[in-house]
Nanobody
Framework: QVQLVESGGGLVQAGDSLRLSCAAS????????MAWFRQAPGKEREFVAA????????RYAGSVEGRFTISRDNAKNTVYLPMNNLKPEDTAVYYC?????????????????WGQGTQVTVSS
């Protein structure tokens, strides 16, 4: 079992930056693929980024590539999502997710564990 707790959301202006964090419980964090998804009001939850437990393997949604960077610190059981040059369309609840395979997939159904989410609001 893995429990995930997100933090770092907030209200910012377009062009600003935020860094989301996801703290995970469990001794096997280093063997999980970790991902971020987001859900805007009235929309489906969508994939943002993921990082495999295999070193150097990441994947991004096209809408965030070059602005967001996913990373993990296995010693701290934490995954991070620094977000730069935020846009109003980035406004959403951001969720952390985990899966115990090495695959980096963008499908929601692939991930077994989810956090409660943190709100990010970007004003224009």
């Amino acid at each position: 079992q893995v429990q995930l707790v997100e933090s770092g959301g907030g209200l910012v202006q377009a062009g600003d930056s935020l860094r989301l964090s996801c703290a995970a419980s469990g001794r096997t964090f280093s063997s999980y693929t970790m991902a971020w998804f987001r859900q805007a009001p009235g929309k489906e939850r969508e994939f943002v980024a993921a990082v495999s437990w295999r070193p150097g393997r990441t994947r991004y949604a096209g809408s965030v590539e070059g602005r967001f960077t996913i990373s993990r610190d296995n010693a701290k059981n934490t995954v991070y999502l620094p977000m730069n040059n935020l846009k109003p369309e980035d406004t959403a609840v951001y969720y952390c997710a985990a899966d115990d395979s090495s695959l980096i997939l963008s499908s929601r159904g692939h991930y077994d564990y989810w956090g409660q989410g943190t709100q990010v609001t970007v004003s224009s």
